[in-house]
């Protein structure tokens, strides 16, 4: 039956819908491109792109401070929250992000908090040499409560260029 279906359909009925579809993907390839900011690292070549309305925090070279949705206004000019900042002005930017940091730092919480009550509960009951478990489970918990605030910082030091990746029209 399904060969049947297949006989009734014209040669050139199914080139119009081939060329139809084709010419619908790659109309939207060529319009449906957002702005977005990229940020290379110089050595490596290690790329970040950071889409239009992602989060972020931007620190400036005259010490202003901005936290909101990414806005690109220009080949050079950012806004965010309204403030136009240009990419030359950028000292340092940070995606915000909430459950990396959430869960990483949870993780590193939990897994300390745990080595230490082990640590305790250990020593106290069994050997005194387990009171060590409280040293690396202290170093965890500080580890969970600052790291996460740490990552993902990119510096406008010589280390990272920032550029805008344009729409192509």
């Known amino acids: 039956m399904q060969l049947q279906f ?33 940020i290379t690292h110089l050595k490596s070549q290690r790329e970040v792109v950071i889409a239009e309305n992602q989060k972020i925090k931007v620190k400036t070279s005259d010490g202003r401070k901005a936290r909101g949705p990414l806005a690109i206004e220009g080949d050079s000019t950012i806004s965010i929250k309204g403030e136009l900042i240009s990419l030359a002005d950028i000292a340092e930017l940070k995606r915000v992000n909430l459950w990396v940091p959430l869960l990483f730092g949870g993780a590193l919480i939990f897994a300390g908090s745990f080595m230490v009550m082990g640590g305790l509960l250990a020593g106290a009951f069994l050997s005194t040499s387990n009171f060590l478990w409280i040293i690396p489970g202290s170093l965890c918990i500080g580890a969970g409560a600052v790291l996460p605030s740490l990552l993902g910082i990119y510096k406008n030091d010589g280390r990272w260029a920032f550029e805008v990746i344009p729409t192509v029209p």
């Open 6 to 38: 297949f006989q009734k359909i014209k040669p050139q009925a199914l080139i119009n819908g081939s060329l139809l579809l084709f010419g619908l993907f790659f109309v939207n390839l060529l319009f449906g491109q957002e702005p977005a900011l990229k």
